[in-house]
C-alpha cells in the first residue's frame, strides 16, 4: 500500500505563510525523487517542486523564491514551506513521486490539502 498523507493546508490571507506537510513511507523517500503538485479550481495538477536524490531542487517559475522544499528521511516525512502567498497559489495540494506513483493502471494520489489564498 502506498503511502502518502498531505497535511498543513489551510485558509490564509495573501502574503502570509503556510507549511506543508506529507507522510510517507521510507522506501519511498530513499529510493525516488518526491515532488509536490498542486491543483487550482477547474484547471490541471502541475508539479511545483521537486526533491531529487542526490541534486538540487527545482521549482516552478511561478513559485520560485516563495516556496521551500524539503524532506527528513528520519522521519519519513517531505515539506513545503510556502512564503509570500498569492490568491494564484489557491489549489489542493499533493505530494508524490516524481513521476507520480502507479498503482494498477492509474497514477495515485493521496487526499491533498487545500490552500486557499485570499486577497
Known amino acids: 500500500q502506498v503511502l502518502l498523507v498531505e497535511s498543513g493546508g489551510g485558509l490564509v490571507q495573501s502574503g502570509g505563510s503556510l507549511r506543508l506537510s506529507c507522510e510517507t513511507s521510507g522506501t519511498i523517500l530513499r529510493q525516488t525523487a518526491m515532488g509536490w503538485y498542486r491543483q487550482p479550481p477547474g484547471k490541471t495538477r502541475d508539479l511545483v517542486a521537486v526533491?531529487?536524490?542526490?541534486?538540487?531542487?527545482w521549482y516552478a517559475d511561478s513559485v520560485k523564491g516563495r516556496f521551500t522544499a524539503s524532506k527528513d528521511i528520519a522521519r519519513n516525512m517531505v515539506y513545503l514551506q510556502m512564503d509570500s502567498l498569492k490568491p494564484d497559489d489557491t489549489a489542493v495540494y499533493y505530494c508524490?513521486?516524481?513521476?507520480?506513483?502507479?498503482?494498477?493502471?492509474?497514477?495515485?494520489w493521496g487526499q491533498g490539502t487545500q490552500v486557499t489564498v485570499s486577497s
Open positions: 508524490n513521486t516524481v513521476p507520480p506513483k502507479v498503482v494498477g493502471r492509474a497514477d495515485y
Open positions: 526533491l531529487p536524490r542526490g541534486s538540487d531542487p
